[in-house]
Every structure is written in C-alpha cells, then in structure tokens.
C-alpha cells in the first residue's frame, strides 16, 4: 500500500531516508514509532499534509535523539540550532506526537545528534543529580500564540514551586479558558525544559505525560 501511495507523489518525503531505514531496524518499542513515522511520511501528505503543508522538502530536518534519564528515555529534538523537543519516550501516541512537531515546522526527521542535543543533556544530567535548577539551552516553541502564551506562563514557576491550572490561566492571560489552558500544557513539547511538572491541580497532584510517579519523582528531587 505504501509503494502504491509513494507512486503516486511528485515527491519524496524528506525523512525517508538511508538514516531512517537503518534505524527502522531498532527493537521493541523504537521499531513500532520509528515505523510508524515511516509510515506517516508516506500516507500523512494524502490527507493532513495538503492541508498543512506538512512533509514537503526541507535543506533541515528535525534531528532527534534519545536520552536515558535516570526517571525514564526522553527524545530529545534540534532544529536550527535550537531544541525543540524534549518529551517523555513512554507519552501515549509518542510517534503522533513528533510528527505533530514536524508537521508544524513542515519538515522532517532524522536520527542523530546535534550540539544543542550535548548541551541538553548535559544539564538535565545535573538537573537530574540535583545540581541544576534552571537551565540554559536555546529553545524554539513549535505551538500555537495559546500554546506559547501557556508555556511561557508555565517557565516562570519557579524552581520548587507548583501552581495550579487556574493560576497559569491567569498568568497566561486566558483565566476563562482553564480547560484549555489544561490541553496546552498537555501538548508542551518540552518537558522538564519547561516545567509542566510544576503544575498541579486544586485537590490533586494533575496529570503528565510521562506519568504520575515520574512526576512526583520530579517534585521530589526538586524538594
């Protein structure tokens, strides 16, 4: 089916390349997402892509590479010199949730690692051994004037600290919009980097995409 679709495009996906073969040869769980961006690559264009634009061609791709935390495997993302992935290997749909960022730089992806990835994890190493509390890395937001509003919000808690859902919505300059404010910090691609992990709810500790526990370890080491 693939071969059939692929016939029929006047163009390559970028990603589909030598590095992305070999890599779709990984075991357990990096084959099925690294397949399942593969197979993004060729059916997405058909319906979202000529929508969006998504996976036309690009001279830059989204560099990704994983990060073994000491909580569980992050990917981390560059492009342009900038990170703008960091987010947990175990979110559900994490393969959807790549190509989502791909889809907004209308670019693809490939499998190495970048300066800006060696920073990265160098400081969440120290992050992770309670020697860090901020961190210093170029960053670039891949979200919606919303998303970015929220995530912005969300980067000034500071180090230690929670705040609730209603209190970055008002931060954030939406108070009326506590649910959606909820689903923009849901969709924050860069986990830790900026800390989602630092908002909770009213009455419960909240939900995160790397999981409750992760996100009580993260409290805790902050302690």
């Known amino acids: 089916m693939r071969r059939e679709i692929h016939r029929r495009m006047s163009w390559q996906p970028y990603w589909h390349s030598n590095t992305c073969q070999r890599n779709g040869n990984q075991r357990g769980y990096w084959k099925t997402a690294w397949n399942t961006l593969r197979c993004q690559a060729y059916i997405m264009p058909r319906s979202i892509g000529k929508r969006s634009g998504a996976y036309f061609p690009s001279p830059m791709s989204i560099c990704i590479s994983r990060y073994n935390s000491s909580l569980g495997i992050l990917l981390l993302g560059s492009f342009d010199d900038r990170l703008v992935l960091c ?60 998303q970015t509003d929220v995530w912005s919000a969300i980067s000034e808690i500071p180090y230690g600290s929670t705040q609730s859902y209603s209190e970055i919505a008002f931060r954030s300059r939406h108070p009326e919009a506590v649910r959606a404010v909820a689903n923009a910090i849901g969709a924050n691609r860069l986990s830790i980097i900026i800390p989602c992990h630092r908002v909770t709810g009213i009455n419960s500790i909240g939900g995160y995409a790397g999981g409750i526990s992760v996100k009580e370890s993260l409290l805790s080491i902050e302690r």
């Open 87 to 146: 987010d947990w290997a175990s979110r559900r749909n994490s393969a959807e949730f790549i190509a989502s960022v791909a889809r907004r730089l209308k670019t693809g992806i490939d499998w190495k690692k970048t300066p800006v990835m060696i920073m990265a994890k160098s400081q969440l190493d120290e992050y992770f051994q309670g020697r860090r509390i901020s961190f210093d890395i170029p960053l670039l937001f891949t979200g919606t004037d919303f």
